[in-house]
């Protein structure tokens, strides 16, 4: 599975984007779509997720209200629309896949994205 994220940039705090994560290969085990952050020093942590057979969804409490995953099955993509964007949402963003079902831990997701950059200024 090849993954490509997209959508990242330069932001004021309040702005908002949207990501975006394209899947190609063999994609028929995915469970699960995810989503996840690095900022610089700090471990990277899970954002939020989407079941890729159903709607169900699942989000980190520190964006819950702000970030909204979706899914496009037709083109195979993902997205996550993130709104009110705060200076410490600032990080590289990953897509991932998982063989799991709703799983916010990255240790059960094997296919990972190159990551984008967001940044918020303040």
């Known amino acids: 599975v090849q993954l490509q994220a997209s959508g990242g940039g330069l932001v004021q705090a309040g702005g908002s984007l949207r990501l975006s994560c394209a899947a190609s290969?063999?994609?028929?085990?995915?469970?699960?779509r995810g989503w996840f952050r690095q900022a610089p020093g700090k471990r990277r942590e899970f954002v939020a997720a989407?079941?890729?057979?159903?709607?169900?969804?699942y989000y980190a409490d520190s964006v819950k209200g702000r970030f909204t995953i979706s899914r496009d099955s037709a083109k195979n993509t993902v997205n996550l629309q993130i709104t009110s964007l705060k200076p410490e949402d600032t990080a590289v963003y990953y897509c991932?896949?998982?063989?799991?079902?709703?799983?916010?831990?990255?240790?059960?997701?094997?296919?990972w994205g190159q990551g984008t950059q967001v940044t918020v200024s303040s």
């Open positions: 991932a896949t998982s063989e799991r079902i709703l799983s916010s831990s990255s240790e059960n997701y094997n296919y």
């Open positions: 290969g063999h994609t028929d085990n995915i469970l699960t």
């Open positions: 989407i079941g890729w057979r159903s709607d169900s969804t």
